[in-house]
């Protein structure tokens, strides 16, 4: 069965560096997306992306965040300068129609110290 | 504001016990209601999508329905496997699809 990616699984940073996080979604999916979960929390929305450009983005998605899918199969997440309460799984999902559901990766736990 | 509330926090089964897990929204006009599954330290993995009033889904024992205000997760005769927190989900009224809002989950324990 098709599978989202997501590399690391797990990311150590020092607050005020940047991290990457890279996900590969499934080959024929159109739409893609970044979640993140705190430990003990909801699941929260970052940004939707179609087309090669952002669809949406919430309001935890700021300045510090980009994304970008920079060939045919890799969509990434960068947090220019990392704060601790950026500490989270970081979770990519795709789509292939808007209206189904996600899949989502198994995600990166980032850690900032 | 739109809002996914699911009950109970929390529950505790026996093997082969059955029970029902509630997801209850606020927002008009629904579009979807979006059921997932997830593991410790995994992603979430998508389970059903109800669109409309009176929808039934099945899977092995798992059986989603949907109401006008909420969503029933039925689980009949549950195994030790089934054990996993159970999320719902669903498209704000604004936005279309680009981003779905969690509930904070049912985390559900079976027992032999």
């Known amino acids: 069965e098709p599978e989202v990616t997501q590399t690391p699984s797990h990311q150590v940073t020092q607050m005020g560096q940047e991290v990457i996080l890279r996900c590969v979604p499934i080959s024929n999916h159109l739409y893609f997306y970044w979640y993140r979960q705190i430990l003990g929390q909801k699941v929260e929305f970052l940004v939707s992306?179609?087309?090669?450009?952002?669809?949406?983005k919430s309001e935890i998605f700021d300045d510090q965040f980009s994304v970008e899918r920079p060939d045919g199969s890799n969509f990434t997440l960068k947090i220019r300068s990392t704060k601790l309460e950026d500490s989270a799984m970081y979770f990519c999902a795709s789509r292939l129609v808007p209206n189904y559901g996600y899949t989502f990766g198994s995600g990166t736990r980032l850690t900032v110290v | 504001e739109d809002q996914v509330t699911q009950s109970p926090e929390a529950l505790r089964l026996q093997e082969g016990e059955s029970s029902s897990l509630n997801c209850s929204y606020t927002?008009?006009?629904?579009?979807?209601l979006f059921w997932y599954r997830q593991d410790p330290g995994k992603g979430p993995e998508f389970l059903f999508t109800l669109y409309s009033a009176g929808e039934e889904k099945e899977k092995e024992r798992l059986k989603a329905t949907l109401t006008k205000k909420e969503s029933f997760l039925h689980i009949t005769a549950p195994k030790p496997e089934d054990s996993a927190t159970y999320l719902c989900a669903v498209p704000p009224v604004s936005g279309g699809y680009n981003k779905l809002i969690f509930g904070a989950g049912t985390r559900l324990a079976v027992h032999p």
């Open positions: 927002v008009s006009g629904l579009r979807g």
């Open positions: 992306f179609y087309n090669n450009e952002i669809s949406e």
